[in-house]
């Protein structure tokens, strides 16, 4: 029903920069939210705004209107280096009509940052 795909990973040297973009597509009634999670490996999934080390370096932007968030990043590290995902909350309506929220992932896209 809702299609996310993440786009703008790649590889990138320290103190660098990258910009990732989500897209939310499909069939919904809404979209209650919209946000960016990375996973190092080893490690758990992380919401990016909840890590305070990212705080001045990471900037997320969103639209609304087209169900876009992007996320600039910025002075990047080789810790930063992880999968990105985006997640996201739609309400969304079952065959039988029953409206409900859902939760999507997209499939990730691999941000490495050299040293």
């Known amino acids: 029903q809702v299609q996310v795909v993440e786009s703008g990973g790649g590889l990138v040297q320290a103190g660098g920069s990258l910009r990732l973009s989500c897209t939310a597509s499909g069939s919904f009634l809404s979209i209650n939210a919209m946000r960016w999670y990375r996973q190092a490996p080893g490690k758990q999934r992380e919401m990016v705004t909840a890590v305070d080390s990212l705080k001045g370096r990471f900037t997320i932007s969103s639209d609304n209107a087209k169900n876009t968030v992007d996320l600039q990043m910025n002075s990047l590290k080789p810790e930063d280096t992880a999968v990105y995902y985006c997640?996201?909350?739609?309400?969304?309506?079952?065959?039988?009509?029953?409206?409900?929220?859902?939760?999507?992932w997209g499939q990730g896209t691999q941000v490495t940052v050299s040293s």
């Open positions: 997640y996201v909350e739609a309400v969304v309506v079952a065959p039988s009509g029953f409206q409900y929220q859902a939760q999507y």
